[in-house]
């Protein structure tokens, strides 16, 4: 018997060095992956997945990264003082990525302007904020792309980039 306690084991202790430089790489990446989904950006949920926007005192929720045949809301939040109509355009650039599905409440009329869709809303006597809700799916998946100007009782909101992952 042998004093020499070493195995005699045919081994490629380089090829194992980079399988073990690679499996990292791997695990950082799927650590990247994960932050980003957390975050939002990847739609469906997240701290980043939503942006807002004013137009003049009203507040809109848009969604910033969206998902491609995915059911989505578009929130429109106005204060109201007095009585009177809320009149809200959906640009076009939006109306061309986004299918409206349904709008709650429902507008008591929708025109087309050479600006977008112009819907008009009755309002209920008393101050408060009135919210708007639109549901949405995107119809094509998009990289980012800036979705046009939405107008809030004739008030405008500054270009919305929005990206619609597939």
């Not at 650590?31 to 739609?43: R, S, Y």
């Not at 469906?44 to 990264?65: F, M």
């Not at 919305?160 to 992952?165: D, Q, S, W």
């Amino acid at each position: 018997m042998s004093s020499d306690s070493s195995v005699d084991v045919d081994a490629d202790r380089p090829l194992q060095e980079r399988h073990w430089a690679i499996s990292r790489v791997s695990w950082l990446i799927m650590l990247a992956l994960l932050l980003v989904a957390a975050l939002g950006l990847t739609g469906s949920g997240g701290v980043l997945s939503r942006q807002q926007a004013t137009a003049g005192a009203a507040e809109l929720d848009v969604p910033r990264v969206s998902r491609w045949a995915a059911a989505d809301n578009l929130a429109v939040r106005v204060p109201q003082d007095t009585t009177g109509d809320i009149e809200i355009t959906v640009p076009n650039e939006f109306a061309e990525m986004f299918a409206i599905e349904s709008i709650a409440p429902q507008p008591s009329s929708v025109s087309a302007t050479p600006n977008g869709h112009r819907y008009q809303f009755e309002s209920s006597p008393g101050p408060g904020k009135r919210s708007i809700v639109f549901s949405i799916r995107a119809s094509r998946p998009s990289l980012p792309t800036h979705i046009g100007r939405f107008a809030v009782n004739g008030e405008t909101t500054g270009e919305l980039p929005i990206v619609v992952l597939p």
